[in-house]
């Protein structure tokens, strides 16, 4: 399977003052889209199935860095 690399982005909360990260993961043509700052420090490859075709993967998508990645948990 293909592989893309998505990162965390940040976006601005007028609210609140202050950047919030995202919880999703975006690539970086759809961060940039979106008007998102990304953070390119944690880059992560994951297979191209867990990105939509928006370019971000699903709300609270949480790489494993020690056994691989674990995706969202529905309930």
């Known amino acids: 399977m293909a592989k893309v690399t998505v990162y965390r982005a940040r976006t601005y909360d007028v609210t609140h003052d202050?950047?919030?990260?995202?919880?999703?993961?975006?690539?970086?043509?759809?961060?940039d889209s979106a008007k998102l700052t990304i953070d390119e420090t944690p880059a992560?490859?994951?297979d191209e199935a867990d990105v939509s075709p928006e370019g971000c993967?699903?709300?609270?998508?949480?790489?494993?860095?020690?056994?691989?990645?674990?995706?969202?948990?529905?309930?």
């Open 44 to 46: 992560v490859d994951v």
């Open 57 to 75: 993967t699903d709300r609270d998508y949480g790489p494993n860095r020690l056994g691989g990645f674990q995706t969202t948990v529905r309930s």
């Open 18 to 31: 202050e950047y919030e990260l995202s919880s999703r993961y975006w690539t970086l043509e759809s961060a």
